[in-house]
């Protein structure tokens, strides 16, 4: 491993399992557009990347409709869709170690309001020094740019001493057209192909596989 010294971790299928808020909201978003029975396993897609790119890409929404459908879905989802969500299994424990060794940061699509309050429903948010997403209105919502906020926040550190950890590839892809190193988890909502295509530097199972690849050798252990 090299000497990462910033993990970055992107919160939606990586820290926690948010698919019933999000598909939920999306429900809710597609309904009060005439749109019905939307599955939820259908819209798991949603899970990761930005809704922008979503709603455009298996609806077919143009700009003025993609708006609308996240204006709606956000009603619901700030109400009550970002507390139907889960923390992994052993991720506060894993957070607890690595916190000792590394500056974590998270990295997510989702606007950064949203993932501040989802971290504090956990009583996660203080193992983070930062909280990087995107922006209301609707700036800065590739995970490349959210990466290359964070690069800026930390210019003292050089690329090599940072690595992204997600489980989509806009992740991994974000990460490479940065210039960092990435893992990929596949725990989360991307498949092992789309994973596997997106060429991360590494490929994790579960969160004891994520603590022994990155926890120094003299603390190697189990959860």
């Known amino acids: 491993m090299n000497n990462y010294k910033i993990l970055l971790f992107d919160l939606d299928g990586t820290i926690s399992d948010p698919k019933e808020g999000i598909t939920k909201s999306v429900q809710y978003a597609l ?4 749109i019905f029975k939307a599955d939820a ?9 930005p809704l922008q790119e979503s709603f455009a890409r298996y609806y077919g929404f143009d700009e ?7 204006d709606l879905y956000r009603e619901r989802f700030t109400d009550k869709g970002m507390f139907e969500n889960e923390l992994y299994p052993k991720i506060t424990l894993l957070l607890e170690r690595l916190q000792t060794q590394y500056t974590l940061v998270i990295a997510t699509s989702k606007p950064t309001v ?3 309050r989802i971290l504090q429903y956990f ?3 203080s193992y983070f020094e930062l909280i990087a ?12 740019d959210v990466i290359k906020y964070i690069l800026g926040r930390y210019k003292e550190c050089k690329p090599e001493e940072f690595v992204m ?24 909502y991307g498949s092992p ?3 596997r295509q997106s060429e991360p530097t590494y490929i994790v199972h579960n969160v004891n596989e994520l603590l022994n690849m990155l926890i120094r050798h003299d603390s190697v252990g189990t959860l």
Not at 31 to 34: A, H
Not at 134 to 139: A, K, P, Q, R, V
């Open 41 to 49: 396993t259908k819209l798991e897609g949603f899970i990761g990347p």
């Open 64 to 70: 003025e409709k993609t708006q609308r459908a996240i």
């Open 133 to 144: 997403g995107s922006n209301l209105n609707g700036t800065r919502t590739s995970k490349t």
């Open 114 to 116: 949203f993932a501040e």
């Open 165 to 188: 950890i997600g489980d989509r590839e806009h992740d991994i892809l974000g990460a490479k057209n940065t210039g960092i190193d990435s893992i990929g988890v596949t725990y989360g």
């Open 123 to 125: 009583k996660i948010d």
């Open 31 to 34: 309904e009060k557009m005439n």
């Open 193 to 195: 192909e789309e994973l």
